[in-house]
């Protein structure tokens, strides 16, 4: 949710950087610095559908996109642009990928959680508090990163993928780093798979469709960085101890998180 109430409004307002750095910076952030400080917190054993299916289903998401925006060597165009049409094929990948979740729960492969004791009044309210705190913090995010990149001297482009994508990425942070705490590896890890599809495909394809979003060539390097750091997730599950994300490997992501930071500064 924040970083789809950050991307609707930089696309309304036409801040394309913003909103493509905070989708792809947050997909880095997910597995180099979150996952990685939760592995180094405690080992994630990680599910078999998890390996086979939702790790690919992540890579192919952050693939189709780079396809996408080769907009200039693939089709001749003078400029790349993840387009409103790109949008809709997206989105259309989300209603798949929601349909393999319904299909999983059906399946009683998911464990239900009952909050029958909290009153549904109650739950409601929270939602539409939360939503609405939510729009609020989103037009703060954006207006700061904006006015953050132009009194540095920095680019829009390494705003979104540092300081907006770690801000819109901390609930996937505390989460997994509690559910490793109380040894629940599944959630951990189903957590920052999960936000890294729905991140492509649901709120990269919404702020396409909203407004047609111009890809700098500058970003391609970092779209390959998240190609990169989901085929090591992948090499991961088969290295050390199979379907176990180790300790050093944990600690591996977040050296790659430090070195990736360090580089778009210097």
């Known amino acids: 949710m924040p970083e789809m109430v950050v991307n609707i409004y930089a696309a309304l307002t036409g801040v394309s950087d913003i909103a493509i750095g905070n989708i792809v910076g947050s997909n880095i952030v997910n597995i180099a610095l979150i996952l990685g400080l939760s592995a180094s917190l405690y080992p994630l054993h990680v599910h078999r559908s998890t390996v086979w299916k939702e ?11 780079a396809i996408m925006v080769n907009d200039v060597v693939l089709n001749g ?3 790349n642009v993840i387009s409103r049409s790109d949008g809709l094929i997206l989105l259309a990948f989300t209603v798949i990928f929601f349909y393999y979740i319904l299909g999983m729960a059906r399946s009683g492969n998911s464990p239900v959680i009952d909050n029958s004791s909290v ?4 739950l409601v309210f929270y939602v539409v508090v939360g939503i609405g705190l939510l729009v609020v913090g989103g037009k703060l995010a954006v207006d700061g990163a904006v006015g953050i990149a132009a009194a540095a001297g920095l680019s829009e482009r390494v705003i979104g993928l540092t300081i907006v994508a770690v801000g819109t990425s901390l609930p996937e942070l505390v989460t997994s780093l509690v559910a490793a ?5 599944d959630l951990s890890v189903g957590n920052i798979v999960g936000s890294n599809i729905l991140n492509v495909f649901l709120i990269l394809g919404l702020s396409s469709v909203i407004r047609p979003l111009p890809f700098q060539s500058e970003s391609f390097i970092d779209v390959w960085v998240v190609v990169l750091l989901t085929l090591i ?3 991961f599950m088969f290295l050390g101890r199979r379907h176990v994300l180790d300790r050093w490997q944990g600690i591996g992501f977040v050296a790659i998180y430090v070195a990736y930071t360090a580089s778009l500064f210097f």
Not at 181 to 185: L, S, V
């Open 55 to 65: 790790i690919p289903f992540a890579l192919m998401a952050v693939v189709l996109v």
């Open 77 to 79: 165009m003078v400029s």
């Open 119 to 122: 009153p549904s009044s109650k």
């Open 181 to 185: 705490y109380r040894k629940q590896p």
């Open 233 to 235: 997730l992948f090499a």
